[in-house]
């Protein structure tokens, strides 16, 4: 069974602090993704690796930025946190497209709050 | 634009009655289509799925979803739901080959007791 784990389920951080998520996977997908889900707003995709060292913007790139050193890990950074990036941060992985177009194995999620 | 609809934000029902959530998505081409549920405090985990062949398909827990190419729509069933199904259900789209998964904006569906 797939497994994907997020470092913090809730964190709580300062306005312009750098902020650390980490997301690790244990299957060898080559896909891997960033969403934040708000209410009323679903999920929205704020990047995406396809690959180690690889990434792609999504739709909400702005404030943030993501690396990928290894396969099974995939990190976002808030650079300088605001309070309107407070909301759940959802990391997913999936193997690569071709491969029957699985559907995405996502994680627990982290709730963040910037004060 | 790409984009996918669901109809309703919030619904309430009482145990036993039958469920319909509607999807609608925008896309151009193939798409693979998904429904997501997520249990409260749970993750994110998929319901069923649609690539090809009967547009008809099955997933857990006694859900279905019929894909209507005719009318964009991809929409969520069950006869008969049960309190256990309380939860925020995600209406997703992929363009075949891609890797952009589009999801809706999630409907909050109550059961009460």
């Known amino acids: 069974d797939v497994k994907v784990t997020q470092s913090s389920r809730y964190l709580v951080k300062r306005t312009g602090e750098k902020v650390f998520l980490e997301c690790v996977q244990d299957?060898?997908?080559?896909?891997m993704f960033w969403y934040r889900q708000d209410p009323g707003l679903g999920l929205r995709l704020i990047y995406f690796?396809?690959?180690?060292?690889?990434?792609e913007k999504g739709d909400i790139p702005e404030g943030y930025s993501v690396s990928r050193e290894k396969k099974e890990r995939f990190s976002l950074i808030l650079e300088s946190a605001s309070t309107n990036q407070t909301s759940m941060y959802l990391c997913?992985?999936?193997?690569?497209?071709?491969?029957?177009?699985?559907?995405?194995?996502f994680g627990d999620g982290t709730r963040l709050s910037i004060l | 634009a790409q984009s996918v609809s669901q109809h309703n934000h919030h619904v309430i029902l009482s145990e036993a009655a039958s469920l319909e959530l509607g999807c609608n998505y925008s896309y151009g081409g193939t798409v693979n289509l998904f429904w997501y549920v997520q249990y409260p405090g749970q993750h994110l985990q998929l319901l069923l799925k649609y690539f090809s062949g009967d547009p008809l398909v099955k997933g857990i827990k006694g859900f279905e979803a019929e894909f209507i190419k005719s009318k964009f729509s991809f929409n969520l069933r069950k006869p008969s739901v049960q309190w256990s199904d309380t939860a925020e259900y995600f209406c997703?789209?992929?363009?075949?080959?891609?890797?952009?998964?589009?999801f809706g904006a999630g409907t909050r569906l109550f059961v009460k007791a």
């Open positions: 997913a992985s999936s193997p690569p497209r071709g491969v029957g177009n699985q559907p995405q194995h």
């Open positions: 299957m060898d997908h080559e896909n």
């Open positions: 690796s396809y690959d180690v060292k690889m990434k």
């Open positions: 997703a789209a992929l363009n075949t080959g891609g890797f952009k998964t589009i």
